[in-house]
């Protein structure tokens, strides 16, 4: 008996190769360059808590209350006490990660959502595989763990949609 369901196994397969690739590829190409300059806001707010255990830019000014992303604040000054002269690369190399996650958690289950597996595959492709997605491994800030944490959040609403309009509802979350 043939398996008709192989052939797109098979192309799905080869859409979480393609992205792992992918990310793979930016990551080491970009491996060198430089953050955004507010990616060193929490490399030192990380340093100054490791160090004096106080969220502070100037330790003289006192705490600062107003840090963008706790969470990954949070990340950061775990990777300045583990690897403190690495934190740069160490950062682009967890927001990698956290791209590949959410792009590989986001495929797999649009493809069971979908009556033809590759299309939910590809669409969650189009949507973590795009320019402005991966470049994100880069900037040394937040959004890839934010993009990782809001498919999170989202994909319920499709697990418990009727299956009428569930490729419908699939498409818009990659939006």
Same mark, same amino acid.
Request: proline residues 5%; glycine residues 8%.
């Given at each position: 008996?043939?398996?008709?369901?192989?052939?797109?196994?098979?192309?799905?397969?080869?859409?979480?190769?393609?992205? !792992?690739?992918? %990310? &793979?590829? #930016?990551?080491?190409?970009? +491996?060198?360059?430089? @953050?955004?300059?507010? *990616?060193?806001?929490?490399?030192?707010?990380?340093?100054?808590?490791?160090?004096?255990?106080?969220?502070?830019?100037?330790?003289?000014?006192?705490?600062?209350?107003?840090?963008?992303?706790?969470?990954?604040?949070?990340?950061?000054?775990?990777?300045?006490?583990?690897?403190?002269?690495?934190?740069?690369?160490?950062?682009?190399?967890?927001?990698?990660?956290?791209?590949?996650? !959410?792009?590989? %958690? &986001?495929? #797999?289950?649009?493809?069971? +959502?979908?009556?033809? @597996?590759?299309?939910? *595959?590809?669409?969650?492709?189009?949507?973590?595989?795009?320019?402005?997605?991966?470049?994100?491994?880069?900037?040394?800030?937040?959004?890839?763990?934010?993009?990782?944490?809001?498919?999170?959040?989202?994909?319920?609403?499709?697990?418990?949609?009727?299956?009428?309009?569930?490729?419908?509802?699939?498409?818009?979350?990659?939006?």
């Amino acid at each position: 008996m043939v398996d008709s369901a192989r052939p797109a196994r098979i192309g799905s397969g080869l859409l979480y190769v393609c992205f !792992g690739l992918l %990310v &793979l590829g #930016v990551l080491v190409t970009g +491996l060198d360059s430089s @953050p955004y300059d507010d *990616a060193y806001f929490f490399e030192r707010f990380a340093r100054n808590f490791n160090r004096d255990h106080v969220l502070a830019w100037n330790l003289s000014d006192g705490p600062v209350y107003g840090i963008t992303s706790q969470l990954f604040l949070a990340l950061c000054v775990i990777l300045v006490k583990c690897v403190p002269g690495y934190v740069v690369v160490s950062t682009k190399l967890c927001l990698a990660m956290f791209i590949a996650a !959410g792009g590989a %958690v &986001l495929m #797999v289950r649009l493809s069971r +959502l979908t009556d033809q @597996p590759i299309f939910g *595959a590809a669409l969650a492709l189009l949507a973590f595989a795009s320019p402005l997605c991966v470049s994100t491994i880069h900037t040394g800030m937040e959004t890839a763990l934010s993009l990782m944490i809001l498919v999170s959040a989202l994909l319920p609403l499709l697990e418990n949609a009727p299956s009428t309009g569930r490729a419908i509802r699939a498409g818009l979350l990659t939006t």
